[in-house]
């Protein structure tokens, strides 16, 4: 199912709330991209009465299973759930089946993408073939298809010398890599946070350790190096600190984390509850505090969902034996507005920096604006109605989350990519 | 209203218990003592005592079970627990059967969802689910009406053990409140120490822990609990002495150096028992690695009670499965007694 939203030559937006300046005013998309004033009358006039307006948000780090895990996700509903959420871009791990270590499933990516017309999809590439850890993929060729940045993603590159060589091979094409970091030996098949929860409920547990361990090994080959690096969700006090120190020695880091982490912890998992199993796992609540502190002053980029959908068969299951993961581009916004935000924590324009322009530099993209000649990416939000999730209304083939019935606010009503509708909840077009 | 048959006696007195029983009990499964309340604990004991005699009598069989069915499903090995259970099931008249490890759709990798359906629709009673996967026996109870006993779950919890330990200190020292426990052994996989933890914790006991530090769960401090890395000082004055099976054929990822270092420094000795209470009894779940957890005198001593022990587990399986299967029947139960005493009106005007 392709987007088969109407095609408006141009549309006029309304009475719209502009994130930045919280002015109302209106927004003209003509030809896929923002202008000062239409050449002929609007198609559509959207009546934005009560929304604001943010730039398409981009997500870093998403799994779209497509291809080989179809039963999951595939390209098409992944996307759709994505514009869903707001998003006008979103980068897949390359653990599919092939691999995406090479061109041919990069270009199957982004041309099935474009196929599905509801969200762009800028492919990361495996950086060891793979995503063995042993030899480097094809960073040079998938670059040039089009793969954004490279990562082994779940399946850490055990050997620090490997991880070397991917970062000095992947900078001299101007591309990032971008590390899960988890050491195996000392995760050691663990299924929740080493913690109060593993130690009670009789669970193998992952020490904070494995993360924060990995985290400064990447950070001191970058430094030693002098490339760039990018850690993936990080969910440790420790973590967030070793990012900080390294920042402030001049390390080329970025770091992202996701809403589970600073929504939820490990109290999450009681009653065995699969939803809430993911990895990194959900940690304790200095350590949330401390992510949310690592959004606050900077040492955290970009807010990312690690959206893993996952087959029912996956997850209803024994504890242990359920896979990791949750999905997460449908909660994304509204988790950012109504625990960060209305929180307290963090303003509207640097949540969305975080979900914005922060990941358009990592993916060497064009960062989204609503100013006149930007394409017209956006997403159309209600700051105002609190609603209770409803994992039904996910357009995701998955329903693993841990956020059912949570009340939240920040809805996206209506998202359009490049001029072209790909969500509408028909609250604002509906005549 | 429809006519039922008139029950005799007995089966009226057996009812009342029941229904007695079953308003004291807050759920019809026994998933782990972290749920249990006090008063739960002290139901469980009454009425294990009243097992145990009937157990004593010559003819060793009731029927509080008549017309039940209980499947023992042991997802791992076992050999006293699954017996221990099977002999209670028989003792109360229950239709029995098993399923196995080595049972052709475990092999064949049939999940948990599909086992938890096909005993549901064979009108199962009661479930009893040893399972290698902590929360396993949870999962079964979140989708099957029968109810389920947890029989060991992974390194979680292993209640029927922990009862028949609280059931055999009772017998040996009248009270567990205010008794010194010390357990030592690989604290880290043993649901039957999370068991006796929360357990004895509840009714007024103090635990101690012993156990070499990689076989120490990290945030072991924060159960109710004491811990010790010194067997010795955990043994100080102690009522109870409870060795841990240390799982020989888990050892592959190295936890301590040798047997031998692990019996010099962990092993239940004649040190030990200097230094724990004169009447201080010895305890073990069993099977005892004998000579790594503790040399078989220790094991054999005048005041080992570890084969007491296993004679109290058919006792307290007896009550858990009476009390669950009286909880399950409360409602129906109490409907029946109503119609009984309008019975009994109209026969006495």
New interface residues.
Partial sequence: MKNSYPVYKNIEIKNIKNWQTGQTGELFIEEGKFVSELTAPAELVIDAQGMTALPGLIDVHVHLRDPGFEYREDIFTGTKAAAHGGFTAVAPMPNTNPVADTVPVIRYQIEKAAEAGYCRVLPIGAASKGQAGRELAEIGLMAEAGAVAFSDDGVPIASASMMRKAMEYAAFFDRVIISHCEDPELA?DGVCN???I????????I?SIAEDIMIDRETRIAEYLGCSVHIAHVSTAGGVRIVREAKARGVKVTAETCPHYFTLTEEAVR??NTYAKVNPPLRTEADRLAVIEGLKDGTLDIIATDHAPHHE?EK??????ANNGMIGLETCFPLVYTKLVEGGHLSLADAVEKLTANPAILLKQEAPSLEVGSSADLTLVDLDEAVAYDAATSFSKARNTPFRGMELKGYPQLTIMAGKITWDSGKLTAK | MARIKPLTTAERSALRTEVEAAKQLSSHHLLGM?DLKPEEIKLIMDTAFMMKNILSIRTKKTAHLQGRSVITFFAENSTRTRLSFDMACKYLGATTSSIGASDASLKKGE???DTAKTLEMMSTDILVVR?P????P??LASRMDASVVNAG?????HPTQALLDMMTMIEYKGAIKGLKVAIAGDAMHS?VM?SNVWALSKVGAEVRVAAPPTMT????D??PCIVCHDVREACEEVDVIMGLRVQLERQR?ALFPSINEYAHFFGIDAECLELARPDAIIMHPGPCNHGVEMPTYIHEHERSVIHEQVANGVAVRMAVLFLLNAKRNAKRAELELLEIQSDTDQIDY
């Avoid at chain 2, 779950?153 to 919890?157: F, K, S, T």
Wanted: hydrophobic share 25%.
């Fill in positions: 050691n080493e913690g109060i593993s130690t009670e409920m009789g669970l193998k547990g020490p009653g065995f068969d209803d299951l024994e504890f242990s034996l | 972290q999940n948990l969802y399972h996967q902590s929360g396993a949870h999962y779950d992974g390194m979680n919890e649901r999370r769960p990290r945030y072991l924060q159960m990822s």
